[in-house]
T-cell receptor
Framework: RKEVEQDPGPFNVPEGATVAFNCTYS??????FFWYRQDCRKEPKLLMS?????NEDGRFTAQLNRASQYISLLIRDSKLSDSATYLC???????????WGAGTKLIIKP | GAGVSQSPRYKVAKRGQDVALRCDPI?????LFWYQQALGQGPEFLTY????????KSGLPSDRFFAERPEGSVSTLKIQRTQQEDSAVYLC????????????FGPGTRLTVT
C-alpha cells in the first residue's frame, strides 16, 4: 500500500463547476500536509499548505481530517487554467522528506 | 533568473552509457533534493543534501546512482551504466531554512535510455 493515495482521475469538469479531490495517508505520524500543482511536462509548484483548522486561498479550500488521515482540496468556480495534476504531499516534521501521492489529473472543459 | 535550473533538459543515452545531470539551486538555499518521477507518478525521493553534506541517500535505487554537491551549491547526479528502467524525469529541488516545507523545483531533466 502506498503511503499517500489519490484517485488518479482524470476528472473532467465543466468550467465554473466545483470539484473536490481527496487524499489519504497511511502514517499517523505525518505532521505537515500540502497540495502541489503540476502542469503537463512542468515541475511541481506549491499550491497551498493544509492546516488542521482548514484554510482557504481564493477559490481553493483545503481540509485535514487527522482522525481519518484524509486531506481534501476543493476548487470553486473552476477555470480552464486550473487544468493540471494535483499532488498531495505529507511530511513528518521530524524528517525533511516529502512523501508524494501520484497525483489527480484535472481537466476543465469550456 | 532566480529559480532552480537544471541541465540538460533532455538527454538520450544508449543503454550502458554514463550520464551526468546538473542542478543549480536558488542562491542561499542550503537544502537540495533529487527526485525521480516516472510517467503518471509523483516524485520519488532519491537523495538530500544540506550544504555539501549528503545527509540521506536512501532513495538511490542502486549503486549506479551517485550524487555530489562539493561546494554546497551546484549538484550533480550521475548514473553509471544506464538501464532502460532509468528512463524518467529527474527533478532537483531546493529549499531555504526559513521555509523548509516549500521546495522549489527545477524544470527537470528528461532522461530516455534506448
Amino acid at each position: 500500500r502506498k503511503e499517500v493515495e489519490q484517485d488518479p482521475g482524470p476528472f473532467n469538469v465543466p468550467e465554473g463547476a466545483t470539484v473536490a479531490f481527496n487524499c489519504t495517508y497511511s502514517n499517523s505520524a505525518s505532521q505537515s500536509f500540502f497540495w502541489y500543482r503540476q502542469d503537463c511536462r512542468k515541475e511541481p509548484k506549491l499550491l497551498m499548505s493544509v492546516y488542521s483548522s482548514g484554510n482557504e486561498d481564493g477559490r481553493f479550500t483545503a481540509q485535514l481530517n487527522r482522525a481519518s488521515q484524509y486531506i481534501s482540496l476543493l476548487i470553486r468556480d473552476s477555470k480552464l487554467s486550473d487544468s493540471a495534476t494535483y499532488l498531495c504531499v505529507v511530511r513528518m516534521d521530524s524528517n525533511y522528506q516529502l512523501i508524494w501521492g501520484a497525483g489527480t489529473k484535472l481537466i476543465i472543459k469550456p | 533568473g532566480a529559480g532552480v535550473s537544471q541541465s540538460p533538459r533532455y538527454k538520450v543515452a544508449k543503454r550502458g552509457q554514463d550520464v551526468a545531470l546538473r542542478c543549480d539551486p536558488i542562491s542561499g538555499h542550503v537544502s537540495l533534493f533529487w527526485y525521480q518521477q516516472a510517467l503518471g507518478q509523483g516524485p520519488e525521493f532519491l537523495t538530500y543534501f544540506q550544504n555539501e553534506a549528503q545527509l540521506d541517500k536512501s532513495g538511490l535505487p542502486s549503486d549506479r546512482f551517485f550524487a555530489e554537491r562539493p561546494e554546497g551549491s551546484v549538484s550533480t547526479l550521475k548514473i553509471q551504466r544506464t538501464q532502460q528502467e532509468d528512463s524518467a524525469v529527474y527533478l532537483c529541488a531546493s529549499s531555504s531554512p526559513f521555509s523548509a516545507h516549500e521546495q522549489y523545483f527545477g524544470p527537470g531533466t528528461r532522461l530516455t535510455v534506448t
